[in-house]
């Protein structure tokens, strides 16, 4: 089992950057797909980006693509999001998840993850 905790959300103007951290603990974290989601406000929760447990490969939802880089460190057990160029559209609640998974793989889909942190506010002015 995994826990995760999300860090690094703020205020910022349209244009600004911000990177999030997710921070693990457990056992084979190293091993565990990852990914990062997002929630806006009456809306329902999305893909942002994910990540093979190697961290060789990469994945993007279009709106985002250009924009945020998904990263790992596994000597210490987290991963990052680097938000540039940022959007009011932007503006939601972050989310790091991790799947308990032995194969190098990519994940875009909620229903696929099996751990999630509280996630961290990200707040966009226009």
């Known amino acids: 089992q995994v826990q995760l905790v999300e860090s690094g959300g703020g205020l910022v103007q349209a244009g600004g950057s911000l990177r999030l951290s997710c921070a693990a603990s457990?056992?084979?974290?190293?091993?565990?797909?990852m990914g990062w989601f997002r929630q806006a406000p009456g809306k329902d929760r999305e893909f942002v980006a994910a990540i093979t447990w190697s961290g060789g490969n990469t994945y993007y939802a279009d709106s985002v693509k250009g924009r945020f880089t998904i990263s790992r460190d596994n000597a210490k057990n987290t991963v990052s999001l680097q938000m540039n160029s940022l959007k009011p559209e932007d503006t939601a609640v972050y989310y790091c998840?991790?799947?308990?998974?032995?194969?190098?793989?990519?994940?875009?889909?909620?229903?696929?993850?099996?751990?999630w942190g509280q996630g961290t506010q990200v707040t966009v002015s226009s």
């Open positions: 998840a991790a799947r308990r998974s032995t194969l190098a793989s990519i994940h875009i889909y909620e229903y696929e993850y099996d751990y």
């Open positions: 457990g056992r084979t974290f190293s091993h565990y797909p």
